[in-house]
């Protein structure tokens, strides 16, 4: 690359410009093109597989049983448990940010936890929620006495959020601290109480940080596929262990890439409902 | 007023308690010499000694980093150069185009990723393990490198270029003497991310690692089936005093080059690990 860029002559301004633009597109796109486009149509030829790699619609058919919808279903129910309970959470925790004394600070407090290795907090909870861990403890100490929490609904809940928190803050704290704070002196001049001017004002303004909130907790909450494992057991399954499943244990990899297929357009729609970020700032 | 604020303060700890709570359990039972991560029943440094004896352990450790570093640099590389052709792209539409692919990596699920790179590698015929992880932790750091990059090139201002070209530079010059010092910061971003995400990443190189070939993350996640062991504590507390290491001295970093050049939101930089 650097030997081609320099072999570029410099001539009039132009002329140079597009030149070296195919320069740097030609490596880029060709890069994309085998690792973005190439493996996304790979998975749906291979969708139209049975495990004895003969050509079939049956993955597909076979996808609209009772079986697949209910675990469609239930996967969907989940991310959207957590999406809601990280929003929850999230919401106010972003607009007390903002009115620390310290933002910045705070927030790289906040955001610290999600640099370190999903697989270390996630097994922490197995300890924590352990029959003897912390948890229990605590809930002996209260009086309510010791409860199976690991392999529940509950821990899987709520350990994906503690996973997704951060996510669903940083975006929300970046649409608060790009509101105008004469809008909220214009509304409370106008007579407006603290919580109608956060439900008229604050919070349509901030629409869509929580927006892209949602997106970057609801797509990767419809596919996890690990702390499902680890926390929930086998009970739960969800779009990402059905597929885990079927590439890496049954080796039915049509029927797994027919999943991903689902998946994928599921992705599309969310994004489309959520809108591109891009989009609506232009 | 004063209470109120008081009250926030108490919700912001509470999330702060709960966040950092079980990272800090972890690392008190790396100590606990006892066999479980309950009752502790006093000081040991057994658990750490164990890690450090265990060879295959710090092999796969070996791995992590070096997957984390090649990538990283590799998709640096990648990524500025892909970064400079979508600025380059006149046409509005175009780049919106290629920045929608861009995009495409980062919002997709690992799940979708890993399987789609499996069958990818398997029909190419590459060998499952240090290739296959390499490459498509290349692949899902080029695209986050573009990102972390590309409003260093909009900041910078075309008559620089224009100013390098009329003083006789050559292409090269204007890349390697005005480009790349002004986007530096970016560069450094986003070389960063790259590494973090490597050194993150479980879902996608669970797919595409085979057999003979180990990370970190995957590691811990077949010894955490099988229940809890101490060792995977004081691994993890070594994991997290080494993360915190990084994220700090980045901090520092960053706020260094910031001074340099004032005035600048910081907010972009701060992107997160996408896990």
Known sequence: ?282 | MNRKFKASHLYLWLVFVVLYAPILYLAYYSFNSGETMHGFEGFTWHWYGEVFADTRLLIIVLNTVVIALFSSAISTILGVIGAIAIHRTRRLRRQNALLSLNNVLIVSPDVIIGASFLIFFTMLGIKLGFASVLISHIAFSVPIVVIMVLPRLKEMSPTLLDAARDLGATEWNVLTKVVLPVIKSGIFAGFFMALTYSLDDFAVTFFVTGNGFTTLSVEIYSRARQGVSLSINALSTLIFLFTMLLVVGYYFLSRRGQRANAGRSRGAEWGLPNK
Request: net charge positive; hydrophobic share 55%.
């Open chain 1, 1 to 282: 690359m650097s030997q081609a860029v320099s072999e570029a002559p410099a001539q009039g301004q132009g002329r140079a410009l597009s030149r070296s633009r195919n320069f740097y597109l030609v490596p880029y796109l060709l890069w994309m093109l085998l690792f973005v486009f190439a493996p996304i149509v790979l998975i749906v030829y291979d969708s139209l597989f049975d495990v004895e790699g003969a050509f079939t619609f049956s993955n597909y058919a076979h996808f609209f049983t009772p079986v697949y919808m209910k675990m469609t279903f239930s996967s969907f129910w989940y991310a959207f448990l957590i999406t809601a309970f990280s929003l929850l959470v999230g919401y106010p925790a972003a607009y007390l940010l903002t009115k620390t004394k310290h933002k910045q600070l705070w927030l790289l407090l906040i955001i610290l936890p999600s640099w370190i290795n999903l697989l270390l907090k996630t097994y922490a909870f197995i300890g924590l929620f352990g029959t003897y861990g912390a948890a229990n403890a605590l809930l002996q100490a209260i009086g309510i006495g010791r409860q199976q929490i690991l392999f529940t609904d509950f821990s899987f809940v709520f350990v994906s959020v503690y996973i997704f928190i951060p996510f669903m803050i940083l975006p929300i704290f970046n649409a608060l601290e790009e509101l105008n704070p004469s809008l909220l002196d214009a509304s409370r001049d106008l007579g407006a109480s603290t919580w109608t001017s956060f439900r008229r004002v604050v919070f349509p303004l901030t629409l869509n940080g929580v927006k892209s909130g949602c997106q970057a907790v609801f797509i990767p909450a419809l596919s996890l596929f690990m702390i499902t494992r680890l926390i929930a057991g086998s009970r739960i399954i969800t779009l990402g262990t059905a597929i885990e499943q079927h590439f890496l244990v049954t080796q039915d990899w049509g029927m797994g890439a027919t999943i991903a297929v689902f998946l994928i357009i599921a992705m599309v729609i969310i994004m489309v409902l959520t809108g591109s970020r891009g989009r609506t700032r232009r």
